[in-house]
């Protein structure tokens, strides 16, 4: 009878720092959840800022310009345009 | 077992000894038992409230607002979150080195920034809005109290005055005011969410006290609007009113196949990253809100309207005298031919010719040519603000407005109308419905408004007007064939027309084979001479149109014309009218 009581104690013991245990771990892994949760929306964020900053790069009018001014293109004129139709006619 | 029988447990205490401790203990106890009963019974509540103060949060989850894009995911809106700098004047202690490094970095004289900051007012005011992320992680390092960086989503527009008129804004808000914003407002919008969490002494959270509410994103959306064609429209619309010196125009091109708006612009325009000058002139979407009388632009529907009563026939030939008088009007040619076939009434838009043709028909069946393709109605398009322009019901019609009718006065419209009830010629008599947003092409229901014979027969009467003998030489675009209607249409003032202001429009399509897009431009009282509308429109419709076939990678249906034209082009600056 005491034997039982001896061993049922020390489950109950055991149990109880189990407890201990898996809460602090929920915890632990709670602060890791939340700290990428925030790491997750800054990358969002920087992302959309990225975002931004490329599509301000790309914007036609400056693309223009660069291609005008600094670069010196110009559009083809229609005698250097060759049109390949894909279809042989006789 | 008796205690009191043991001897070694027998105690010699003095009984005053024994009645000290009891009491003491007593005493003791009593004293906690009153103070827990005082914290537990009857300041729980409060005490709960500082406690929970500490420890537990509401946490609002912001929700951006959705992305616009064209339709090739070019970004046109997109909100993002900017740091800003603000000023609490209860602590704000800066040393003079502080001061300098905060102007260091702020990129503002010291001087300035020295007026900001003693600034006396109760609560915060704002320093600097936005600042850039490295700046903010500058100042965020100095530490310095009573600077405070607070983050706010902020919507910026990478296209600017570019797309101005199509995408709108939103105001301090985040409401959609104008355009596309404000039109699908509710799809755009986020929703904030909820979180109740508990904290730690750190201020981790611990653990959520209630489910989440999740914040909903605000949905994207991808317009029809391609940006590299909306690019050229601006560009070429803003060059040709700067060079007509005129108070304004307009530009749209349509997908003639799926009724996709692939640009819209307007002059003047806008910046709407800049909403310090505010003005409402500017902002109007002229095409889709103003109407105009739409002058010659309206003679193919007449030639439709006798083409599908069988009236007559592409090449009948018609009496056209310089005058012709209905009632108390005289109906006058500017160019004119005594006998012309009703193609080249087209080709030279003859108002004499056209209005021979409409009296043929009774005001119903006019009106019911001119209903059916959209006039008079709402285009559809789900813009805000889009007008239906005017078409009077045909039993108020008087014989002079059936007449004028004909030559496109007595009735109003919008150019994104005309240039949508163009769709039925170019897509065989079947007129899409209008878009904004990029659509499939399985969805689309079209609409028949005329015969595919009927539509292919006016479109070729409208490739007339841009070959030798027509109005439209300067719309020619080298290696395609090209169908179109010049307008010139005189503008009301005070109730009567102006001899001298003119409205010049141009409305057509290419490849004339197989039209794929239609472009219609109107230009607003051009003022240096110049006012045919194949003149000041015309040429700005055949820059966007080569250029945006060439974006579109359209194979040339008149290759041949391509050498042969520039040539022409070149050695005759000022085409026809």
Sequence with gaps: ?90 | MNYHSRKLLKLNLAPWRFATVAGLLLVGLTTVGARAFYLQGLHTDYLQGKGDAVANRNLTLPAHRGQVADRHGQLLAISTPVETLWARPADLKLTGAQRAQLADVLDLPLATLEKRLARRTRGEFNIKRPVTPEQAAKIAAMGAPGLVLRREFRRYYPAGDVAAHVVGFTNIDDVGQEGVERAYQDWLAGRAGERQIMRDRRGNVISDRAPIKTAQMGGNLALALDLKIQYLAHRELAAAIARHKAKGGSVVVLDAKTGEILALANQPNFNPNNRRDYEPGPMRNRAVIDTFEPGSTIKPFVAAAVLERGLYHPDSVIDTPETWRVASKLVRDVHPHPHMTVTEIIQKSSNVGAVKLAMTLTSQQYWDVLHRSGFGELPGSGFPGETAGRLRDAASWKPVEHATMAYGYGLSVSLLQLARAYMAFANDGEVMPLSFLKREPQEIVGERVFSPTVARQVRSMMEAVTQEGGTGLRTRVPGYRVAGKTGTAHKVVNGRYAPDRYLSSFVGMAPASNPRLIIGVVVDEPSDGVYYGGSVAGPVFAQVMAASLRQLGLPPDAPETATHMTQQMISRPKGGA
Aim: overall charge neutral; charged content about 20%; aromatic content about 4%.
């Design chain 1, 1 to 90: 009878m005491s034997r039982v009581n001896i061993v049922l104690a020390l489950t109950l013991v055991v149990c109880a720092l189990a407890v201990v245990q898996a809460q602090h771990r929920s915890r632990t892994y709670f602060i890791e959840l939340e700290r990428l949760k925030k790491e997750a929306r800054a990358l969002d964020e920087q992302w959309g800022q990225l975002q931004l900053e490329q599509s301000t790069w790309a914007n036609p009018a400056r693309v223009d310009a660069v291609a005008r001014q600094q670069l010196g293109l110009l559009a083809p004129t229609p005698d250097r345009i060759h049109v390949e139709t894909g279809v042989d006619l006789p």
